[in-house]
């Protein structure tokens, strides 16, 4: 009787799976990329927005929420922790909530993480 999908060992399901998931997991670090390229671009943006920030705030907050997620689901815990703390630092778009002083300070540590991932430096992968 031949072995059919369902009834195959145990062992060849995980490797399947597992590298199904490592070969997501890369397609993500590729994504990062342009992830440190969108981030740039949203510094640029609230470097020229002046008294208008909210808006851009609010992109960084998402921007920042969504990373964290993804950071935390490929197990890269010191990317999802920095944006978490951007996701943090942005909310003082929100109204009657005054700016946080570590935003760009946070930002930057951000960026820093995508470097190192981007470049192979520095974060553990």
Do not use: Y
Not at 31 to 54: K, N
Not at 56 to 75: P, S, W
Not at 79 to 93: D, F, M, P, Q, R
Not at 100 to 108: E, I, Q, R, V, Y
Request: with cysteine; hydrophobic share 40%.
């Amino acid at each position: 009787m031949a072995q059919s999908e369902h009834h195959r060992p145990q062992g060849v399901q995980a490797n399947s799976a597992e590298d199904e998931f490592e070969l997501i997991r890369q397609s993500f670090k590729v994504r990062l990329q342009s992830e440190q390229a969108r981030l740039e671009a949203l510094a640029q943006e609230l470097g020229a927005a002046g008294d208008e920030v909210a808006p851009v705030l609010v992109d960084i907050g998402t921007f920042a929420h969504r990373l964290r997620g993804a950071a935390a689901v490929f197990d890269l815990p010191e990317l999802s922790s920095a944006a978490k703390t951007l996701e943090l630092a942005a909310t003082c778009g929100e109204p009657g909530r005054s700016c946080d002083p570590s935003l760009w300070p946070t930002l930057k540590v951000l960026a820093d993480k995508l470097v190192a991932i981007n470049t192979g430096t520095g974060i553990s992968q």
